[in-house]
């Protein structure tokens, strides 16, 4: 089915994706938020236009494929399902998610992955492709989060501040991290082996849905981020 969103607010929209199938394509996006929230099947694809702030929030199962790019807090607190960005998204991608995965073939903004929480099965991950801003993973308790760096510019693979306040979950990073300042609570070692088995299988994922070259990606070295502590401004908070 095709909905033309060019006129429709996010209620419109969504309830034409509620009553259009298995499969549904999105015309004339115009930063409309909320959309898909709390799906929990089928495919909705975005193939013009950008939409709006919390794309996927409480999704629950099913697929967003979005073309281009997106705006802040895709995926905000989903549960299941995938997102695909063709593109860059904003801040606070994949906040307070607790499962799913969010692909992202560009760059994202600030706060990525900050909240992120992981339940028994349930283990959320976010691949984003390009660079990151900074506060990257903040107050992480659990899933993965990966950034391969791939966007030709200048920058570090991400900004300032990353993993600050993390207590738990892991961080994959293509890069050797020598101009990176991690915080105290958190050890970035060099990936192993066994590291590396875990990497491939997000990098297969992204470069399937991408087109990129896996071997090409995998070339680079990896350091991955853990915590050292699951309460680290525990020191601040609880007298001695």
């Known amino acids: ?46 193939s013009e236009g950008i939409p709006g702030n919390a794309l996927g929030a409480y999704l629950n199962g099913g697929e967003i494929t979005v073309k281009g790019n997106a705006q802040d807090a895709v995926g905000d607190t989903m549960n299941a399902g995938k997102i695909v960005i063709h593109g860059n998204v904003g801040d606070a991608a994949g906040y307070a998610m607790r499962g799913g995965r969010i692909f992202v073939r560009g760059d994202a903004g600030y706060r990525a992955g900050i909240h992120m929480k992981a339940y028994r099965e349930k283990v959320p991950v976010i691949v984003v492709g390009g660079k990151t801003g900074s ?4 107050y992480q308790a659990g899933g993965v989060i990966v950034v391969l760096g791939l966007s030709e510019d200048a920058r570090r693979i991400v900004g300032n501040f990353p993993c600050t306040g993390m207590h738990g979950g892991k961080m994959i990073l293509r890069s050797d991290c020598r101009d990176i300042t991690f915080p105290n609570q958190v050890t970035a070692r060099p990936a192993t082996p066994e590291d590396m088995e875990e990497i491939r299988t997000y990098v297969s994922e992204y470069c399937a849905l991408f087109g990129e070259k896996e071997e090409d990606i995998l070339r680079s070295p990896f350091t991955v981020v853990t915590p050292d ?6 020191q601040l908070y609880v007298a001695n």
């Open 1 to 46: 089915m095709m909905i033309q969103a060019e006129h429709l607010d996010h209620r419109a929209i969504n309830e034409a994706i509620r009553r259009g199938g298995k499969e549904v394509t999105l015309t004339g996006c115009l930063g409309q938020r909320f959309l898909c929230a709390g799906m929990s099947g089928g495919k909705v694809t975005v």
């Open 135 to 138: 506060f990257l993973g903040e």
């Open 229 to 234: 502590s699951k309460n680290p401004y525990r």
